[in-house]
């Protein structure tokens, strides 16, 4: 006798259980929270229109960064728009986290290639900052932009392991709810 069991059936009894439960009560967004999304995407552009002001500036890229490394600096932060984009419109929180995991997977990729291309420039940045203050911020320097790099990208891999696995298991909450309603209906 063959035993079968789809993910949400293999989730139950599970320490994440009530986790996922949950995740799958908050499926739908609020009209507050879709704002925020809206939010989170005129943050990016301005983040980013920073960033153009301070590389027109002199400041952050080494003489090396070219057209290739823009696109791919420039194009995985404005990634970041497309979950916001997806969970305000459709207003679901778990179509989102699919996005957040791609573009999890963009920055972990081109954050490798920054590793290994190093085309930044932080030993001057503090010299944006007012008089008083530069002295306090001369530390941050390109060894510790890398190493704070280094950091994000194993954060940000162990949250696609996390957000891919929350991601199935949600989606099979979600399709074991939808089909229990049906039968009911039935």
Request: proline share 2%; aromatic share 14%; glycine share 8%.
């Amino acid at each position: 006798m063959e035993c079968r069991m789809n993910g949400a059936e293999a989730a139950r009894g599970l320490p994440w259980e009530g986790h996922v439960g949950r995740e799958a009560d908050r499926e739908v967004l609020r009209a507050g929270e879709r704002a925020g999304n809206v939010v989170a995407i005129a943050f990016i552009i301005f983040f980013v229109a920073l960033l153009l002001y301070l590389q027109g500036r002199g400041y952050i890229f080494s003489e090396e960064f070219n057209e290739l490394d823009a696109v791919l600096f420039y194009g995985s932060i404005l990634f970041g728009i497309i979950p916001n984009v997806v969970r305000a419109v459709t207003a679901r929180r778990n179509l989102g986290r699919l996005f957040d995991i791609i573009g999890s997977l963009i920055f972990i990729i081109v954050a490798a290639y920054f590793l290994t291309n190093f085309h930044f420039n932080f030993d001057n940045l503090y010299l944006i900052l007012p008089d008083g203050i530069q002295d306090s911020f001369q530390w941050f320097n390109n060894a510790v932009f890398r190493v704070l790099l280094e950091i994000a990208m194993v954060i940000t891999a162990l949250s696609v392991v996390y957000s891919s696995v929350m991601y199935v298991l949600v989606r099979n909450e979600l399709r074991r709810r939808a089909s229990a309603v049906r039968g009911q209906a039935l």
